[in-house]
Nanobody, 115 residues
Framework: QVQLVESGGGLVQAGGSLRLSCAAS????????MGWYGKAPGKQRELVAS???????NYADSVKGRFTISRDNAKKMVYLQMNSLKPEDTAVYYC?????????WGQGTQVTVSS
């Protein structure tokens, strides 16, 4: 079983930055995809960014050029550097680890961007 714990959320003004972290523990297969998903009020949870165990990244169009996902395989960590934040980035951000079709989720961390 995999456990994921997010941290780093908070309240920030538009244009500001935050760095989210996710610590993974438990039985982790080395080949996996880790990602960040955001769930805004009244909307479905959507992929923000993902990164494979080999470092290939994928971003939602809305965050390209502003957010950067990275990971440290040795520490079993994944990060999301969020720059130039906008009010529409406000959401609960969830860490996800996927092996094939099986995914695990963290409890989420709130990011609120004020205008």
């Amino acid at each position: 079983q995999v456990q994921l714990v997010e941290s780093g959320g908070g309240l920030v003004q538009a244009g500001g930055s935050l760095r989210l972290s996710c610590a993974a523990s438990g039985r982790i297969v080395s080949i996996n995809i880790m990602g960040w998903y955001g769930k805004a009020p009244g909307k479905q949870r959507e992929l923000v960014a993902s990164i494979t165990s080999l470092g290939s990244t994928n971003y939602a169009d809305s965050v390209k050029g502003r957010f950067t996902i990275s990971r440290d395989n040795a520490k079993k960590m994944v990060y999301l550097q969020m720059n130039s934040l906008k009010p529409e980035d406000t959401a609960v951000y969830y860490c996800n680890l996927r092996v094939g079709s099986i995914g695990s989720w963290g409890q989420g961390t709130q990011v609120t961007v004020s205008s």
